[in-house]
């Protein structure tokens, strides 16, 4: 896989809420510190569920209301005032 796919992978894990990712570093023998690699930590599928049922919920309420704006609209000119 190249680079930037795996970079698009990684994002969206992380966006899921199924890996987090931690910069290390490394130090020389004469003690200069360098960049490390990531640490990959993998966490618990609950989290992702949990995400993805609040953010359904969200769009279910977010679809409710625009229905109930709808009616209301639909209603005003049916039976104007």
Request: zero cysteines.
């Amino acid at each position: 896989m190249s680079v930037n796919t795996v970079r698009k992978y990684v994002v969206e894990l992380k966006k899921r809420r199924l890996i987090v990712t931690e910069s290390t570093s490394t130090a020389t023998r004469e003690g200069h510190k360098h960049n490390g690699t990531l640490r990959y930590t993998i966490l618990p599928i609950q989290n992702a569920v949990d995400l993805h049922n609040q953010r359904q919920l969200r769009r279910l309420e977010e679809t409710t209301e625009q229905m109930q704006v709808a009616k209301k609209l639909v209603d005003s000119q049916e039976h104007p005032a």
